[in-house]
């Protein structure tokens, strides 16, 4: 068997890069995994399950599912976007750079929406960071200095299940040699969370009351007062926080879903980064919004590069791309049954979007590309496998904090089972093909 070192963990958007995969001889087999924690070490054992799809299967008249070769389901998937007037593709949480590059090309040659995991996560909270700015940093920085680190509508201890260890809490950085010891955590959440059990304070906030919360610690911040009670927390202890933060050497701030999905949204995240701008002036603060991905960070690099949006990219202009989330995002076109062909890729819709979402798309040809079995695939009309990013694909993927990692293959790929980026490549081929184009 053979040890590689330093490989990169395709599930969270901690993407931790220091796992080791022990891989049989013939690089086909991965027998062990160290370093990730359960969901990762799964992850990469799932590899080796003998009914991972290896063709794509299509959708006969009687309901049932139908292995077709790969050229028939490149043959179809071209036709059908071709004829498509605005087809949406949505998804790639769950997949290298080089296939979101790859895409791009598909998308402009059917005139399609171009959109991403995001919309449905912390698109509200770019909303707020085209307004805002967004003063960040790297998880390396983070480690390194953060004394005080709060965790705001978030839970890493299970959904990022070694950020704590390698960037927030534990780990012993440069100027935090104690680790733990040296910092202080403050968790804002309405639930009893096992981050939340692990913090030294817990606010534990009215739910959907985190504008107000926030309000309150910036008005204590520039020292003003407050009522007795503010999102049904009590005054004193919300100078605590506030006076712990101010005396910080440097304050790291994440932020989750708690924050961008309750009541106020953006503005929940504009106030964040508002505060943290506050913050500045009396010591060094940083915010960070806790991406869910390994490479959902991906997509808003790539396609930023390409078209200038991150997501929500409408191309069925054909002159240019326009992004107006609510207008162009991925559920409310939709809910509004705007889209007559949906490609769901690497992530899955059929399990997070609103079932009359879910209904409305399904009632035009549906494709999912996947490499393996989800929600998507199993109402697809067209379910198209591939190989599996930084398993058996290599490729560059961006972590939360947007730093590039290179992610290697530790298997051989299944024989004959395109990547994302090679499946699209022939898409787009077959369509300039069927165009008489380039
Ligand atoms: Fe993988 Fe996330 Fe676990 Fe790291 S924390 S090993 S990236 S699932």
Redesign the pocket.
């Known amino acids: 068997p053979k040890l590689i070192k330093n490989v990169g963990?395709p599930?969270?958007g901690?993407?931790?890069d220091d796992?080791e995969v022990l891989v049989s001889d013939d690089e086909t087999q991965i027998i062990d995994v160290h370093n990730?924690?359960i969901?990762?070490n799964n992850l990469f054992h799932h590899a080796n399950d003998p009914t991972r799809p290896r063709l794509p299967r299509m959708r006969q008249p009687d309901g049932s599912m139908k292995e077709i070769p790969y050229p028939e389901a490149i043959d179809w998937m071209a036709k059908t976007m071709l004829a498509a007037k605005k087809p949406l593709i949505y998804g790639f949480g769950s997949t290298n750079c080089e296939g979101m590059s790859a895409v791009a090309r598909i998308a402009e040659k059917s005139g399609a929406v171009l959109d991403n995991c995001a919309t449905i996560c912390h698109g509200p909270s770019f909303l707020a960071i085209f307004d805002n700015g967004y003063p960040s940093c790297t998880l390396g920085e983070a480690k390194n200095r953060a004394d005080v680190v709060v965790f705001w509508g978030c839970n890493p201890m299970h959904a990022?299940?070694?950020?704590t260890s390698r960037y927030s809490i534990f780990p012993r950085g440069y100027f935090t040699q104690k680790g733990q010891m040296q910092r202080t955590v403050i968790s804002v959440d309405p639930r009893q969370t096992d981050t939340a059990k692990l913090a030294d304070i817990h606010l534990m906030l009215d739910q959907g009351h985190d504008y107000e919360l926030f309000d309150a610690f910036r008005t204590v911040m520039r020292g003003y007062d407050i009522p007795d009670v503010v999102a049904g927390i009590k005054k004193e202890t919300i100078q605590e926080a506030v006076g712990i933060m101010k005396k910080a050497r440097f304050v790291m701030i994440f932020f989750g879903m708690g924050c961008t999905h309750s009541d106020g949204r953006n503005h929940n995240v504009d106030h964040a980064i508002s505060m943290v701008r506050d913050l500045n002036t009396f010591t060094k603060a940083s915010i960070m919004a806790m991406r869910g991905h390994?490479n959902i960070a991906g997509p808003g690099q790539v396609w930023s590069w390409i078209f200038g949006f991150p997501y929500c990219i409408d191309l069925s202009k054909g002159t240019h791309a326009h992004m107006n989330p609510g207008e162009t995002s991925s559920v409310d076109l939709a809910m509004r049954d705007e889209v007559d062909c949906f490609v769901n890729v690497g992530a899955d819709a059929g399990a997070h979007f609103p079932i009359q979402a879910v209904q409305h798309l399904k009632k035009h040809p549906f494709i999912a590309v996947d490499p393996n079995f989800c929600m998507a695939s199993e109402i697809a009309d067209l379910h198209i496998p591939v190989r599996i990013a930084g398993v058996d694909e290599p490729g560059v993927v961006y972590r939360m904090d947007n730093v590039p990692i290179q992610f290697k293959a530790v298997i051989k790929g299944l024989p004959g089972v395109p990547s994302d980026e090679e499946l699209f490549d022939m898409v787009y081929e077959r369509m300039c093909e069927l165009t008489n184009t380039q």
């Open positions: 963990c599930y969270c901690s993407s931790c796992i990730a924690c969901i990762g990022h299940p070694r950020h390994y």
